[in-house]
């Protein structure tokens, strides 16, 4: 079974420092990987996504994310954090089996960007 | 251009009660997808909608049906509902058909459910 795992719950990270919020995944043949951003009482943002090629990957808001293949994780990356980056950031996979309709989401992890 | 939108934003319910939720997709797109998301959690796949039929469901009871429109718009329907039931729920769109399982699904700002 398909799955996402985001070891933090919560990333603390000064204004104008790099971020990286962590996701690996565990799928049965090639992953579809996904990033989200949620701010409060808000739905979700599509920031970026993995499907085939080179694997870094660039998106809105100056975010961008690495696949790795080998360590079986896709982290997302900002080189330079903004306060207005603080959000509840989800990692999200394609289910492969049945007919590829849902997203399975990991717990979320909250960035917390101070100035 | 119209995103995702939803309706009600929020809505409080009693035990045992019916909900309905409404969600219109981005314009272009012909594939509906619902999530719950609780307090706290990731969003959880309902069930998805393309070409007004039922093509996927998540692990959830048959209290939770739904259905799509022409138009593609599409409604979620919890029959008596529970406690565990209050959460925000998600609508997403996609296109096309999102048979490839290549496509973003682009997410509505959610309705909110208290079940008290």
Known sequence: AQSVA?????????????????????VSGNPYLFWYVQYPNRGLQFLLKYI???????????????FNKSQTSFHLKKPSALVSDSALYFCAVRDLGG????????KGTK????P | ?????????????????????????????????????????GPQFIFQYYEEEERQRG???????GHQFPN???????????LGDSALYLCASSSPGGLTGTDTQYFGPGTRLTVL
């Open chain 2, 59 to 65: 692990n959830f009871p048959d209290r939770f049906s």
């Open chain 1, 99 to 106: 007919s590829q309709g849902n997203l399975i989401f990991g």
């Open chain 1, 6 to 26: 985001q070891p933090e719950d919560q990333v603390n990270v000064a204004e104008g420092n790099p971020l990286t919020v962590k996701c690996t995944y565990s």
């Open chain 2, 1 to 41: 251009d119209a995103g995702v939108t939803q309706s009600p934003t929020h809505l409080i319910k009693t035990r045992g009660q019916q909900v309905t939720l409404r969600c219109s997709p981005k314009s272009g797109h012909d594939t509906v997808s619902w999530y719950q998301q609780a307090l706290g959690q």
């Open chain 1, 52 to 66: 085939t090629g080179d694997n870094l990957v660039k998106g809105s808001y100056g975010f961008e994310a690495e």
């Open chain 2, 72 to 82: 593609y718009s599409s409604e979620l329907n919890v029959n008596a509902l529970l």
């Open chain 1, 111 to 114: 960035l917390s960007v101070k």
